[in-house]
């Protein structure tokens, strides 16, 4: 008895589980030519869907057709944490606070080249490009060494 209740269980339970590769990404757009989209605007980034790759907003949806991404760029910048060295402890100044940043180059429905700049959460960074090259068929462009130890790590 006690088996079959831990099955219901897990069947219960296990569509409320997300795989750490499909699941949203916490993501804010910096910048592109996306007219939609305000620099500093919050969402989440996905390659979850199989035909394209999500950025959602609150106020907009966008989608990118993986075949029609013609560029994948991957770049870290990384801040001394200065102030909080001040305020808190001079030890502070010796960490490093990385951000994680992903553009998007892809041509649009009417032929335009497009781009969007992400900063992504870190934790989820890796599942991303790894993603977007596999369904892509594009390698992605580091923008430094550390950038590419910290994607491939």
Not at 61 to 66: D, E, F, L, N
Not at 117 to 142: C, N, Q
Request: proline residues 3%; hydrophobic residues 40%; positive net charge.
């Amino acid at each position: 008895m006690l088996r079959a209740d831990f099955r219901l269980w897990i069947a219960l339970l296990f569509p409320l589980a997300a795989w750490p590769g499909e699941r949203d990404a916490e993501a804010a757009y910096v910048g592109g030519t996306l007219g939609q989209l305000e620099p500093g605007v919050h969402g989440h980034a996905s390659t979850a869907d199989g035909e394209s790759f999500v950025f959602k907003a609150k106020r907009a949806i966008i989608r990118v057709p993986y075949e029609r991404i013609n560029l994948i760029e991957y770049g870290q910048k990384v801040d001394r944490r200065l102030m909080e060295a001040i305020l808190i402890s001079p030890l502070m100044i010796l960490s490093k606070k990385r951000q994680h940043f992903l553009t998007v180059g892809f041509e649009s429905d009417d032929g335009r080249q497009q781009a969007m700049l992400l900063k992504v959460d870190k934790s989820h960074i890796r599942a991303i490009l790894v993603s977007l090259e596999a369904r892509t068929g594009r390698k992605v462009t580091y923008q430094d060494e550390e950038a590419r130890k910290a994607g491939k790590g």
